[in-house]
């Protein structure tokens, strides 16, 4: 019985990489939903620029919630698909009724780190199991999430 999987990767490594994809699914869902919330309900002087910012960044969202379920299913996994799971899962947690520049700002950064941190940790996981396709997919989000983080700091000085 072979210990790889059809992408030929070793089993229980790729399993342990899936697992950590779906953690950072899970708060990818929650930070979606978030920042859905800001672009709906942001009120203000920075009403126009935050609000197109945050469309922006719940579309970029969307589209990489999607690749992350996809290399679940690639590294055999089950991706998590109930806002329930994503909740207990999620170290970050919903925001509601918030309207303000400042808050809606410190959130997102606050969110974009904790994915950031998140997918560092499966960079590492992927490296460990010779995983190039997690690798080559996380290493781009972490260049962004890099730049989105240091643009919505500059913005909230």
């Known amino acids: 019985m072979s210990n790889q999987n059809t992408i030929l990767l070793q089993k229980d490594k790729a ?5 950590k994809l779906n953690d950072l699914l899970a708060n990818m869902q929650v930070t979606y939903m978030n920042v859905r919330g800001y ?10 620029v935050l609000h197109e910012k945050f469309e922006e960044l719940y579309d970029d969202l969307a589209e990489k919630i999607d690749e992350v379920a996809e290399r679940i299913l690639m590294l055999e996994g089950k991706p998590l698909h109930s806002f329930t799971d994503y909740l207990k899962v999620s170290q970050i947690k919903e925001d509601t009724d ?3 520049s400042e ?6 950064i606050e969110g974009l780190q904790t994915l950031l941190s998140k997918e560092r940790e499966i960079l590492a996981s992927a490296d460990e199991a010779g995983d190039e396709g997690t690798i080559d997919l996380i290493s781009g989000y972490i260049s962004e999430q890099e730049k989105l983080i240091w643009m919505f700091s ?4």
């Open 15 to 19: 399993d342990q990489t899936a697992e």
């Open 39 to 48: 672009h709906w309900n942001i009120k203000g002087k920075q009403f126009f």
């Open 98 to 100: 918030v309207s303000t």
């Open 103 to 108: 808050k809606t700002v410190s959130s997102t």
């Open 154 to 157: 500059a913005f909230n000085k």
